[in-house]
């Protein structure tokens, strides 16, 4: 079956089987690989990609479910050498470890700033769910997802530690 899609900006035309999984398809055909095959069961969000600017999960759609769309991948966030500011916000906050799950992090996170651009720590911890990371804890990953909201805001304010910390753990 033939797919047309963007992949990162760049127009894709290519034979897949029916039953291709995205994931798959960015990986194998397209060669990228921030996008990675964490659990196969869409558990763990390690495989998440932007569809048309909304966060999914790769291992859930089709190839032939994205023909004719945009998709986005870790790779395709950053403007040249300028990292996106999730990016820079997630070097900046030390918000990986491992970095497997990193990939999926970001684009978890740009999906939600991109919904909620000024979200508060709870909001942040909501929607990170279903995206895990085994390394972290999740403190300086939800650090870096509000520092990136006040870049992308234009402040650079450091948080108020009289605000109160970062629980250790998402969604608790």
Same mark, same amino acid.
């Given at each position: 079956?033939?797919?047309?899609?963007?992949?990162?900006?760049?127009?894709?035309?290519?034979?897949?089987?029916?039953?291709?999984?995205?994931?798959?398809?960015?990986?194998?055909?397209?060669?990228?690989? &921030? #996008?990675?095959?964490?659990?196969?069961?869409?558990? +763990? %969000?390690? =495989? $998440?990609?932007?569809?048309?600017?909304?966060? !999914?999960?790769?291992?859930?759609?089709?190839?032939?479910?994205?023909?004719?769309?945009?998709?986005?991948?870790?790779?395709?966030?950053?403007?040249?050498?300028?990292?996106?500011?999730?990016? &820079? #916000?997630?070097?900046?906050?030390?918000?990986?470890? +491992? %970095?497997? =799950? $990193?990939?999926?992090?970001?684009?978890?996170? !740009?999906?939600?700033?991109?919904?909620?651009?000024?979200?508060?720590?709870?909001?942040?911890?909501?929607?990170?769910?279903?995206?895990?990371?085994?390394?972290?804890?999740?403190?300086?990953?939800?650090?870096?997802?509000?520092?990136?909201?006040?870049?992308?805001?234009?402040?650079?304010?450091?948080?108020?530690?009289?605000?109160?910390?970062?629980?250790?753990?998402?969604?608790?």
């Amino acid at each position: 079956m033939r797919v047309e899609l963007s992949v990162n900006g760049q127009p894709r035309s290519d034979e897949v089987e029916p039953r291709l999984l995205l994931v798959h398809y960015l990986r194998e055909v397209c060669g990228l690989r &921030a #996008a990675n095959v964490g659990c196969d069961t869409t558990s +763990c %969000g390690a =495989c $998440t990609v932007l569809l048309n600017g909304t966060s !999914v999960k790769s291992c859930t759609v089709l190839t032939v479910q994205a023909s004719g769309q945009e998709v986005t991948t870790a790779e395709g966030l950053a403007a040249g050498e300028a990292l996106h500011p999730v990016q &820079a #916000a997630f070097r900046q906050e030390h918000g990986l470890q +491992c %970095g497997f =799950c $990193t990939p999926g992090m970001v684009m978890a996170a !740009v999906g939600l700033l991109a919904e909620n651009p000024d979200p508060t720590e709870a909001e942040v911890r909501e929607g990170l769910e279903g995206n895990f990371c085994r390394c972290t804890g999740y403190h300086n990953i939800v650090r870096a997802v509000l520092a990136a909201a006040r870049a992308t805001a234009g402040s650079a304010a450091e948080p108020d530690p009289a605000a109160g910390g970062v629980p250790e753990e998402v969604g608790a």
